[in-house]
């Protein structure tokens, strides 16, 4: 809190996406809130109040369904579906669902912790909050009264093991094997109809229990349809398919009879396949040609377009089946109480029977499957609570918003432009325990169930002090005014619905709930989580927010990739790939995992394992290395006595500002543009390559050997402390434990946190040292191919063994003279060529050439120059001239 009232820049809010509070946080979470966490500290060094309030997601089914696992009677009493509707076995679900959620959060918790994140870890936003429930149940009064909430009877994807339908965002696609059939079904007799009467319809389908429910078939109008005669049974299959299920059914000897356009089939009626009951043909544009024959099976009851088409021709809406996925007595006696595998199996059984199956086989195809159990999904009608996409134009209001959104990367917008324009009206509601729960009213009269606004909103006030439990734990009449009447029959009698909000209304509505409650502007600057929440938090999120602001909750939409190991596979237990980001962090330290995350291409997927970690070690080690030499040699600076003037300083020293100057617009950029590998890779380079192996390498003489007080150490040392306090401060949001500890070792400083420190105005620059140097160091490159081919030859150890002579379009080095001897670590410069020398090099774009001879004289036992001049004092026995005046110096000041 003392962080954030120092700033006074602005204010950046990066809204945290919830975890799910269960299990162990895994390396997909690790690198998420490593990338929000690098957000949040960046705009902190730059001056700005960047609250960061952590959240979880506490209620759903995953939990749900582990309380019921670990605990055995309740295990028992579920397996009969009726009785989760019961009030007494809801209230112990979600008593110790919250227990669960809890100490799942307490834990994820301590390990986002472990990561080095900063933020509000002993406030966070629960979504079991009494308070954030009831906020939660007034946004969706408001969503009625908006007209957004309807109830409709309909097919919806439903999970037949959790007993629930599934949202969009809920739903994973995987391969499942399923029974593939081409079956047929004859005309109703007595017709005015083209075709002989004991022609068949053939159809194909992978649904088999599907067509216990059939009540029509579809055509495309558009289409023409062949009747044709194989071995003395005639059938009707498009044209435009007629090749391929020529082919697929092995058909020889085809006679084509007739040839007719698909609109005469509407209203014509089909003799169902083992039922007495009469299908309806219908005309659909969704029919196909690509598969099957051109004919669909329609069954309004299990499928969206079959519904859509079903209610068109107002044909009945026939689900058969129960929420455990077993049919019903409305299927018949010879299919009740069967599951969807076992019904596909009798009809293909019966269709034999019938002489209807033409061909069974089995294909590998995309199906959908529940996120939570992983088990297989069915299109079931039922009587659920969704919220319209189309009213208010809501859809077409969200596909206009998402144009003014940045998106990273810039292609993410294609991901959600398309789930947001194919998704179909929200399914809010699911029949379970924990959650928040739907206030609906039945009457008891005539059974109508609805919602009223002033009911939810008299529930939110005991809510907020209790949890949604109040719903449960208070009679109805004290939510009841007496102007609340039945919209049907008008009676003033009703009971309780129980079902439960979909979570994703949940995490929605969380910028909406969140940044209200703590007083901080909505909506947020960023979101940033990963591609899979195209279709959950970031959808969610913006179809909530048009519906209830009409704005979106965020101005930047950041999504990263997914976590793979090495060889680029997802990590799964069953791989034994899965990399645990807190082992990490307890074997290489919670830094080394917050390089990866920095130094990763993070918006495409990114791979870890042991060889990565270990390049990041080494990374680390030259990193922490550079902060460690200057700190050492720092170590008698005093900021506000010994710094020198930028104009008073030494060449050298001032190019290296200058150059930094650049370095830090260019960090700048890439921090605000998310570009943090970019970043962190120059970064990198600026610490381990233009410092360690240039500039530092090249000081030591001045920083060893130079009169301790002189300006020449002294105009060293303040480069030094300038350098290393702008990299702490800019390598502080990855490094933050490091840049924090070397922080504190700075001489003079003046905050007791790296993290109370800012991005200030820098105007330490040279541009005419700059280009200079810049052409030194070009040259430097030369003098260092020069030299390493003379140490290759075993003329030479160390550089400081030879003398160099340039020769060619010197100008450059003149002006730089008493310099270079530094800048290339040897014993002299000259500028003439020399009579002899054992190497020589010539750089025909710099147009210079250079020429190595081996020093003359010894070795200076102080600066290990080699001078022919080397003199004698007291304590020492060779002394080259400079370190003999500087002893001399020293030795003045002593006495």
């Not at 609250?51 to 397996?79: A, T």
């Not at 044209?239 to 089939?265: M, P, Q, T, Y």
């Not at 840049?739 to 541009?767: H, T, V």
Request: hydrophobic share 35%.
């Amino acid at each position: 809190y003392e962080l954030l009232e120092r700033k006074n820049k602005g204010i950046f809010i990066l809204h945290d996406g919830p975890p799910y509070s269960n299990e162990h946080i895994h390396l997909g979470t690790a690198i998420n809130k490593i990338l929000k966490d690098i957000i949040v500290k960046f705009y902190f060094i730059k001056g700005y109040k960047s609250p960061y309030i952590p959240g979880w997601d506490n209620h759903g089914m995953p939990i749900e369904n582990k309380v019921i696992q670990e605990n055995e009677e309740l295990y028992e009493l579920v397996k009969d579906p009726e009785n989760l509707k019961k009030p007494e076995i809801k209230r112990i679900i979600r008593e110790k669902s919250r227990e669960y959620a809890r100490k799942w959060t307490e834990v994820q918790k301590e390990e986002f912790k472990r990561l080095l994140c900063i933020g509000e870890w002993d406030n966070p936003y629960l979504t079991m909050d009494p308070k954030y429930e009831a906020e939660e149940l007034r946004l969706f009064a408001e969503l009625i009264r908006k007209g957004y909430i309807y109830r409709s009877f309909m097919p919806v994807h439903f999970c037949s093991y959790c007993h629930t339908p599934l949202a969009m965002a809920e739903i994973e696609y995987k391969d499942k094997e399923s029974p593939s059939i081409y079956f047929t079904m004859n005309f109703k007799k007595g017709q005015n109809f083209p075709f002989d009467e004991n022609t068949e319809v053939l159809i194909w389908t992978t649904t088999p229990w599907t067509i216990i429910s059939n009540l029509a078939l579809a055509f495309n109008p558009d289409f023409y349809y062949l009747e044709i005669e194989v071995n003395g049974r005639k059938f009707i299959l498009a044209e435009k398919a007629f090749e391929r299920v020529k082919e697929e059914l092995s058909f020889k000897d085809i006679k084509i009879l007739k040839r007719e356009k698909g609109e005469i089939f509407e209203n014509k009626e089909f003799l169902h396949p083992f039922f007495e009951r009469i299908s309806k043909g219908i005309l659909a544009d969704f029919v196909t040609e690509l598969v099957g024959s051109g004919v669909v099976h329609i069954a309004p009851g299990h499928g969206k377009e079959d519904f859509e088409v079903g209610v068109k021709y107002n044909l009945p809406i026939l689900s058969p089946i129960d929420d455990s996925g077993r049919f019903t007595h409305e299927a018949g006696e010879i299919f009740k109480g069967l599951s969807v595998e076992e019904a596909s199996l009798k009809v293909i059984e019966i269709l034999k029977e019938k002489n209807k199956l033409l061909k069974y086989s089995k294909i590998i195809h995309s199906y959908p499957h529940c996120w939570r159990c992983k088990n297989p999904l069915i299109f079931k009608a039922t009587s659920q609570w969704f919220l319209s996409l189309e009213h208010l134009d809501l859809r077409k209001r969200a596909l206009s918003e998402i144009e003014k959104i940045k998106w990273v990367p810039e292609s993410s917008i294609n991901r959600i432009t398309a789930a947001v324009a194919e998704r179909p009206d929200w399914c809010i509601s699911r029949q379970r325990a924990w959650g928040v729960f739907i206030p609906a009213l039945r009457c008891k009269r005539c059974s109508n169930v609805f919602l009223n606004a002033q009911v939810i909103e008299r529930l939110s006030e005991k809510v907020e002090k209790e949890t949604c439990d109040a719903w449960l734990n208070h009679d109805l009449s004290e939510f009841l005014t007496q102007d609340i009447r039945c919209e049907k029959c008008n009676s003033r009698e009703f009971e309780k619905e129980f079902d439960i909000l979909d979570v994703w209304i949940d995490s929605g509505l969380t910028s909406l709930i969140v940044l209200k409650e703590r007083n901080l502007p909505w909506p947020s600057d960023v979101y940033i989580e990963g591609p899979d929440q195209h279709r959950g938090w970031f959808n969610a999120s913006l179809v909530l927010s048009m519906a209830l602001r009409e704005k979106s909750p965020y101005k930047i939409c950041i999504t990263h990739g997914w976590t793979l190991d090495a060889e680029g596979r997802a990590m799964h237990k069953s791989l034994g790939n899965v990399i645990d980001p807190i082992e990490v962090c307890n074997k290489y330290g919670a830094e080394i995992l917050r390089i990866w995350a920095a130094s990763s291409e993070y918006t495409q997927d990114v791979r870890l394992s042991d060889e990565i970690l270990n390049r990041n070690v080494e990374i680390y080690r030259k990193i922490r290395n550079t902060f460690r030499f200057i700190l050492g040699n720092i170590y008698d600076f005093d900021p506000e006595k010994d710094k020198v003037h930028f104009e008073k300083m030494l060449p050298f020293d001032k190019y290296i500002l200058s150059l930094l100057k650049i370095k830090r617009e260019e960090w700048i950029k890439n921090y605000k543009n998310f570009e943090f590998h970019k970043f962190f890779k120059d970064y990198y380079t600026f610490c381990s390559d233009t410092l360690s192996s240039f500039y530092l390498d090249a000081l030591k003489d001045r920083l060893y050997v130079s009169y301790s007080k002189g300006i020449e150490r002294r105009s060293a040392q303040t480069a030094l402390y300038i350098i290393l306090k702008e990299l702490l401060i800019f390598g502080s949001p990855i490094l933050s434990f490091t840049c924090e500890e070397a922080y504190l070792k700075i001489p003079g400083k003046k905050e007791k946190s790296i993290f109370f420190e800012e991005i200030k105005d820098y105007d330490f620059y040279d541009e005419e040292i700059f280009n200079d140097f810049e052409k030194i160091k070009n040259i430097r490159d030369v003098v260092l191919k020069a030299l390493e081919n003379v140490r290759q030859k075993g003329i030479i150890g160390s550089s400081l063994e030879a003398n160099l002579y340039f020769d060619g379009e010197i100008d450059i080095l003149l002006k730089y003279k008493e310099y270079l001897k530094e800048i290339f670590i040897v014993s002299d410069v000259f500028f003439e060529k020399p009579s002899n020398f054992e190497e020589n090099l010539y750089d025909e774009n710099l147009k210079i050439e250079v020429f190595v001879k081996r020093a003359k004289g010894s070795k200076c036992i102080r600066c290990w120059m080699y001078s022919e001049n080397l003199k004698k004092d007291e304590d020492f026995d060779a002394l080259c001239p400079r370190c003999y005046e500087i002893i001399k110096k020293i030795r003045g000041e002593s006495e």
